[in-house]
């Protein structure tokens, strides 16, 4: 988990059983923004106008390990927004991306919204009840592969400020836009990471994931 320290653990921590892994899947600027990386009014907020700023930089690489990546996933947890973007493009996506949207589909999607009521649309979708934090905590105890969360910079902010993430896996992108939303606590809370993979792309992308210095 991204640990705000070190303490000691003994056998009987309730934390130290299998858990499932939860990791999140991020877009980011160079600037370390990661507010609409898709298209162009993805998200507008604070006036926010560069959306797009990730499409020049897709090659084989990044396609490759998008696919791979996804099709591994257990289960996928959204922010309400990305979650409706998703929702109005993948149930119809094209045949050309039939191995995504197979996954995106029919595996398992947890929505941490307060405005979303059940039933949702997209199949296979629930809303998170109560406080977010505990309702994920309650998932990574259960059975299934791992938890992705994709996008989503104020759930991830929260996962993180909850000690929650296991595992960032961050495309960092040779671009700057200035500012706008970013996922990491302002808290002043030191938390160490260390380096597990990297990976560079044809368009300069560096592939970056990492987990927690002690784990």
């Not at 988990?1 to 980011?28: C, F, N, V, Y």
């Not at 996933?73 to 995504?100: D, K, Q, V």
């Not at 296991?166 to 808290?187: A, N, S, T, Y």
Request: hydrophobic share 40%.
């Amino acid at each position: 988990m991204l640990a705000a320290g070190s303490w000691p653990r003994s056998a009987s921590d309730p934390w130290e059983t299998d858990m499932r892994k939860l990791i999140a899947d991020e877009w980011m600027t160079l600037d370390g923004v990661v507010q609409a990386p898709g298209y162009d009014g993805e998200d507008s907020d604070g006036g926010f106008q560069h959306g797009g700023w990730h499409m020049p930089h897709m090659d084989d690489i990044t396609t490759n390990w998008v696919t791979k990546t996804t099709v591994e996933t257990g289960a996928f947890l959204f922010g309400r927004r990305t979650y409706e973007i998703f929702a109005s493009f993948w149930p119809t996506a094209p045949a050309e991306l039939a191995t995504l949207a197979e996954v995106l589909n029919n595996r398992p999607k947890y929505v941490a919204s307060t405005t979303l009521t059940e039933p949702l649309a997209w199949q296979n979708s629930t809303v998170l009840q109560g406080d977010v934090a505990k309702a994920v905590a309650s998932l990574k105890q259960e059975d299934g592969g791992a938890l992705h969360v994709v996008g989503s910079s104020q759930l991830t902010r929260t996962l993180i400020e909850h000690d929650l993430v296991d595992e960032l896996r961050i495309f960092i992108e040779p671009v700057l836009v200035g500012g706008g939303k970013r996922i990491f606590p302002e808290d002043g809370t030191l938390r160490r990471l260390r380096l597990t993979g990297s990976q560079v792309t044809t368009t300069g992308v560096i592939i970056a994931t990492y987990t927690t210095a002690e784990s």
